[in-house]
């Protein structure tokens, strides 16, 4: 039999090491493919959705052109007659910006001239598309300055959903401004602070003390991604009430408020469901009504997290370099690999590892609320992963120590002991063995009298056949009465009560005595039942000898590494076997039962018993008091 070669104690920590090891290599691979960006993505949408929505900017203003809206122009678009006013409303109460998120590079007539007018105004922002690969010759209206120019192309993720946002686009010939960024220089530039070098990197825009690194296409947990332009993370700080609202109606009949618009960013666009300038967020997956945003909401919340930067009111998100990355989900994993590898219980497994994760979740979302974007989905994904191999592993390993032990100790125990024995394998086995350790047992030999005789009037075939069913019935009456059957002898076996768990109270060791001793008597009995059915077949019939004895031994495995049993040594063996094998031809009962003193001590008159005397048993130069059993105490023995 093959046994491991390295202790227990060296490997628990190679087992947790390699697993752990194996796991996030594997997760750090497929990550670097991208197979965990989905779940990241998942998480992150989940955390955006969690975090509490900030107060409404104060600083900005939406005017949305909704269904209603268009009803009442009976028109789409909208005539340029009708955004002129607008525009001249807005104006007259004096914001800082309006963006127009409306194209307008053919013109609507009637009222072209006046929107001409209006677009000159130098606080007015006009879209137009950036070059692409679907570029829909869609222009700036014509006679703005290209300063007041912005795209408002918007950056969507593999799934659709917009968790990015662009600042500028180069082309062959230029780089193009974001509508979202003009609206926030615009406003900054009153606030004193202008677009600057980053200090990290002079290519990066740096606006107040906010540096804006740009998005890789493996920035933070994006691993494939269209990463062209200058992309940041897109910080939404509300799912509705960004900013306050009003519809275009409201602005045409002057029925908003000078203070809504004075000092204020005004963004015109539309939200009407049939202008199809709707998009996916991070909120979608929670809301029904409104499972989509407006563009110009999201170019809003653009403008709103430009300044927040730039005016040290928040920062923007944050990730770790790749190493720290790693290390975070490397440590998850050992970490769960540990608790799989120590905890046994299987509820209890589940209930820690379903606690570790709800922790890791929770720190997750800590930083997040920090404006940290750490790896969620694969640290979450290597603990459950690494604890099913591990379990996976233990429960393989526990099999081998199982199938290793009933080789020791053979398949011939009570279902009690081998649970018991199962339980305490971990303190059993040591280094692939049972370990040599002195009890205080009961050994029980049996032997079939005049055996060679029978052997001698029967086949081989019908020989085997019989025996085997002599052993049989006998065997099934150690397993009753919680003894191991430690080897066969032939025509007979030897039992032991007491071992492998060491019994060291006298009322265990008593226990064991009074078990062997009624083990003797079930054998007795069911020797009987044999011989009756065995004469109604004519087949032989049999005697049988039992000796027993309750003494010291040593009991472990013997052997070498390629073949080990489970042994019992010491005096005490041999003398049960003299017991058994005493005065072999003055026996006349069914079955004989001899026991030596130390075995009577145990029995506490339990049994009526024939004293001997003091008796020299062969190959032992002391006397041994020995008894015959007669049967229960209860009983009456003529």
Request: glycine share 6%; hydrophobic share 40%.
């Given at each position: 039999m093959q046994l491991a070669a390295l202790p227990t104690i060296a490997r628990v920590p190679l087992a947790i090491v390699a697993t752990s090891a194996a796991v996030t290599a594997c997760l750090l691979?497929?990550?670097q493919l991208g197979g965990l960006q989905p779940l990241e993505l998942v998480?992150?949408?989940l955390m955006v959705?969690?975090?509490?929505?900030?107060?409404a900017d104060p600083r900005l203003?939406?005017?949305?052109v909704t269904e209603a809206d268009i009803k009442a122009q009976q028109r789409w678009p909208l005539s340029d007659g009708t955004i002129a006013t607008a525009l001249q409303t807005l104006q007259q109460f004096k914001p800082t910006a309006i963006g127009l998120d409306i194209y307008r590079d053919l013109p609507q007539a009637p009222g072209t001239a006046a929107l001409a007018k209006q677009l000159q105004q130098p606080n007015v922002i006009a879209i137009t598309k950036a070059q692409d690969a679907d570029d829909l010759g869609v222009k700036p209206p014509p006679g703005v300055p290209e300063n007041r120019i912005g795209f408002n192309d918007i950056a969507s993720d593999p799934d659709g959903v917009i968790r990015r946002g662009l600042l500028f686009v180069d082309t062959d010939t230029?780089?193009?401004?974001?509508?979202?960024?003009?609206?926030?220089l615009t406003y900054l530039h009153n606030q004193g602070i202008s677009p600057q070098a980053g200090l990290l990197d002079s290519s990066y825009l740096r606006l107040g003390n906010a540096e804006f690194m740009p998005w890789e296409a493996t920035s933070g947990q994006y691993q494939t991604v269209d990463a062209k332009g200058y992309q940041v993370l897109l910080n939404y700080r509300a799912r509705n009430q960004l900013a306050r609202q009003v519809t275009l109606t409201q602005v045409l009949n002057g029925t908003i408020e000078p203070d809504w618009v004075n000092g204020k960013i005004v963004l015109l666009g539309t939200t009407a469901e049939s202008a199809k300038d709707r998009f996916l967020t991070p909120y979608s997956m929670a809301e029904k009504q409104t499972a989509l945003m407006p563009g110009v909401v999201i170019h809003a919340q653009m403008v709103s997290q430009i300044l927040d930067a730039a005016l040290n009111q928040q920062s923007l998100v944050w990730v770790w370099s790749d190493w720290v990355e790693w290390c975070w989900i490397g440590a998850w994993v050992v970490l769960g690999s540990s608790l799989a590898w120590f905890i046994r219980h299987p509820l209890g497994l589940c209930l820690v590892i379903t606690l570790t994760i709800t922790v890791l979740l929770g720190i997750c979302y800590t930083i997040f609320l920090s404006q940290g974007w750490v790896p969620t989905a694969a640290p979450a994904l290597g603990v459950m992963v690494v604890a099913t191999l591990v379990v996976s592993y233990r429960a393989q390993q526990a099999q081998q120590q199982q199938m290793m032990m009933m080789?020791?100790?053979?398949?011939?125990?009570?279902?009690?002991?081998?649970?018991?024995?199962?339980?305490?394998?971990?303190?059993?086995?040591?280094?692939?063995?049972?370990?040599?350790q002195r009890l205080i047992a009961t050994m029980l030999f049996t032997d079939i009298r005049h055996f060679s005789t029978l052997s001698e009037q029967m086949p081989p075939e019908a020989l085997l056949e019989w025996l085997n069913e002599y052993l049989s019935a006998i065997t099934e009456e150690v397993k009753a009465n919680h003894g191991i059957i430690n080897k066969f002898t032939g025509d007979g076996l030897l039992a032991v009560f007491g071992v492998p768990i060491n019994r060291v109270t006298p009322i265990e060791v008593s226990q064991d005595a009074r078990l062997a001793v009624e083990c003797a008597l079930a054998m007795s009995d069911r020797l009987q039942a044999l011989n009756e059915d065995w004469q109604t077949r004519q087949l032989p019939t049999a005697q049988m000898r039992v000796g027993i004895f309750t003494g010291p031994i040593v009991a472990g495995s013997l052997g070498g590494k390629d073949r080990l049993e489970y042994g019992v040594i010491g005096d005490s063996v041999n003398i049960a076997s003299r017991l058994e094998s005493y005065a072999k031809d003055q026996q006349i009962e069914l079955?004989?039962?001899?026991i030596a003193k130390d075995t009577l001590v145990h029995l506490q008159d339990r049994f009526t018993v024939e004293p001997w005397g003091p008796l020299a048993l062969k190959g032992k130069q002391q006397?041994?008091?020995?008894?015959?059993?007669?049967?229960?105490a209860s009983e009456q023995h003529t």
């Open positions: 691979g497929i990550r998480s992150y949408d959705r969690l975090r509490p929505d900030r107060a203003l939406l005017v949305t230029e780089t193009l401004y974001a509508f979202s960024l003009r609206l926030a080789k020791l100790l053979g398949q011939n125990t009570s279902p009690e002991i081998a649970t018991t024995l199962w339980k305490s394998r971990d303190r059993l086995l040591k280094s692939g063995k049972l370990p040599g079955c004989r039962i001899l006397l041994i008091d020995v008894y015959r059993v007669l049967g229960y």
